[in-house]
């Protein structure tokens, strides 16, 4: 038990769990598109690699301002801190192996890939001019959660389409609807995370929604955009003829599911509470369709 735990741990901390969750919803997009799979190794492979690279970036890269500020961090960036080497190492190799997969993929996907690229590293770096100084990304009041699901979503989304059938795809119903339903499954479970970070939110004088609704209506908040995650679902099944009854099936246990963990959040939960099991929601919604579908 203890070295299943310790490997959890690892696979959450180095952000090997979320971008594997990530691929895994990339995946979906070509079975519920019921996209040609002709490229998907390489598209999955890019994701994968993108997503490890852009996260442990991210973390990295904190982890500094954490030092320099002389503010005390939390177990996680502990981890990062003692392994900070070996995951610079491994971030390295995923930044090649990114490269690498993104120059099989057509020239289209690439022109999608440098906006979000651009938006995932700066995201952290600050560069925009508030007064007397430079913020990031991340620090522009209530938009922090907003662009992490437009991204994710995009990355989940658009460039299996763009690269399977090309980006005018994008634009049919059934893309819109799961481009959509990925924006507020993503929106819907990150809120949490911003219920974790509220306390260092508030100290670093940061406008985050639950600072502004409290953790309660945030909570409410994540299981209404799930409900509209459901009604998206049940149009595309009842209205539009757009999924098989498995897939909605599928989609309605593991939205509950889904649900029922965030109504557990609570600012003081374990790091694995919200890395692994919120995180982890992604890989309900994930084999739910497959195991209901096949």
Known sequence: MRVLIYLIRNAVYSNLFISFCITLLAHQTYILLELPDTNSFYVLAFIFCSTFFTYNFQRIYRLKSFELAGKLIGIRLSWILRNRKKLFFA???????????????????????????????????????????????????????????LVWSLVMVAIPVVEAKGIHTLLESKSLFLLSEQFLFIFAITLPFDIRDLRYDMESNIKTIPSYLGIKKTIMLSHIL??????????????????????FLATVITGGLVMLIIAFTKRRRPELFFSGLIDGSMLLMYFGILFLEY
């Open 91 to 149: 971030s390295m190799l995923s930044a090649c192996g990114s490269l690498f997969f993104l120059l099989q993929l057509s020239y289209k996907v690439f022109l999608l890939v440098i906006p979000l690229a651009i938006f995932s590293i700066w995201y952290v770096i600050p560069f925009i001019k508030s007064g007397d100084k430079k913020i990031a990304i991340r620090d522009l009041p209530f938009t922090k959660i907003v662009i992490i699901s």
């Open 226 to 247: 799930l409900l509209l995650f459901l009604m998206l679902k049940a149009v595309q099944y009842y209205v539009f003829l757009q999924l098989s009854f498995e897939q």
